[in-house]
């Protein structure tokens, strides 16, 4: 079964740049969850959907930084513009139901770099 | 006080050696448990959910003690390939699950 995928890989690209993150998580789960992790900081959620619907983007940054997910198979995240502070791994995950009783299952992830 | 703590390691332990780690959590609301381990420049991979009777999968036991708040991660014969980052995930039963901030094992040949 496919998992979590992600795209792209590793991204590099000059401050001020729009970047673009991809992912399409597991068919049938119902929950999405995009994190950042640093070194400094691990794993942060920046955002959580439940069935395509926002339900807490508390953890987003600043405004730079926008989700979406317009079906079940598909979500984004974008920065624009993008600045060196967000030079981070970005992993999106996803899981089958929302009670937090089944584990989340996680994409390879997007190394960014922001020069 | 971190809703949930880990020592950091790092661990470094001969092939074929006994190790543990515990995990311990602030919340007694907390319902589920997982371990996930994350090998350097990886994606966090899930080892193992913790059930309350505890649960073993090859040479991996987990244990949950809810009396004292900790969950427990025993590996057995330690090998090469178990060098990794130990992560414990804790959840209330909600859609926040609360990551610890992980337990390095080295395993030396």
Redesign the interface.
Known sequence: DAGVIQSPRHEVTEMGQEVTLRCKPISGHNSLFWYRQTMMRGLELLIYFNNNVPIDDSGMPEDRFSAKMPNASFSTLKIQPSEPRDSAVYFCASSLQTGGNQPQHFGDGTRLSIL | RKEVEQDPGPFNVPEGATVAFNCTYSNSAS??F?WYRQDC??????LM?VYSSGNEDGRFTAQLNRASQYISLLIRDSKLSDSATYLC?V???????I?G??TRLKVLA
């Open positions: 319902q589920s997982f420049r990886k994606e966090p991979k899930l959910s995930v959840n209330k039963g909600t859609y926040k699950y990551f901030t992980g």
